[in-house]
């Protein structure tokens, strides 16, 4: 398995600022996902994140609302810009292995007021 | 494009007992992969298992099984002997093989699973 830690845990934010939440991994993987779970619902992708080359956003998620970096092997970041209380979620990432497996890292839980 | 269909929102099982969550997917390729990932209340996703398409033996690992059936699109989860710490949300998630596949994973709705003292 892997050790895929997120921060912040937690965040509580005032609607119209900027939250990023960075990713780490602890070993070097080609692929990062970013995913958004909205209460009491299923987990939806948002971006795709390879190092060397732009996000590829899903249907529904544009770059200005969430850029993405990913500087290296091991790191990303996504911000959730220009907040609504409808940003209310939690939002998890997760490293893709040639194993084709995916790990998880523990989420951060945001409140937009 | 995939489909994940969970058709259990919820469900309650006795510990020490036997439950068995159902999840069926729609896809038109041949060479995939299925996921059970578990999620408790602290919110981490917990892979639980994984099934090779191409490989018919069922995929076990400890208390927990599948019973895969491709030609059915089926993709079951056995739990056995039940454990308080079970109790969580399960997803069944889909993801397509292949070297341009991209790792994506397409997840169902998730059952929520209450194991009872």
């Known amino acids: 398995s892997a050790v895929i830690s997120q921060k912040p845990s937690r965040d509580i934010c005032q609607r119209g600022t900027s939250l990023t939440i960075q990713c780490q991994v602890d070993?070097?993987?080609?692929?990062m996902f970013w995913y958004r779970q909205q209460p009491g619902q299923s987990l939806t992708l948002i971006a795709t994140a390879n190092q060397g080359s732009e996000a590829t956003y899903e249907s529904g998620f544009v770059i200005d609302k969430f850029p993405i970096s990913r500087p290296n092997l091991t790191f990303s970041t996504l911000t959730v810009s220009n907040m609504s209380p409808e940003d209310s979620s939690i939002y998890l990432c997760?490293?893709?292995?040639?194993?084709?497996?995916?790990?998880f890292g523990p989420g951060t839980r945001l409140l937009v007021l | 494009a995939q489909t994940v269909t969970q058709s259990q929102p919820e469900m309650s099982v006795q510990e020490a007992e036997t439950v068995t969550l159902s999840c069926t997917y729609d896809t038109s390729e041949s060479n995939y992969y299925l996921f059970w990932y578990k999620q408790p209340p602290s919110r981490q996703m917990i892979l639980v298992i994984r099934?090779?398409?191409?490989?018919?033996q069922n995929a076990t690992e400890n208390r927990f099984s599948v019973n895969f059936q491709k030609a059915a699109k089926s993709f079951s989860l056995k739990i056995s002997d039940s454990q308080l710490g079970d109790t969580a949300m399960y997803f069944c998630?889909?993801?397509?093989?292949?070297?341009?596949?991209?790792?994506?994973?397409?997840f169902g709705g998730g059952t929520r699973l209450m194991v009872k003292p």
């Open positions: 998630a889909f993801m397509i093989g292949g070297d341009n596949a991209g790792n994506m994973l397409t």
């Open positions: 070993s070097q993987v080609t692929m």
């Open positions: 099934q090779e398409a191409y490989k018919q």
């Open positions: 997760s490293a893709g292995y040639r194993e084709r497996t995916q790990y």
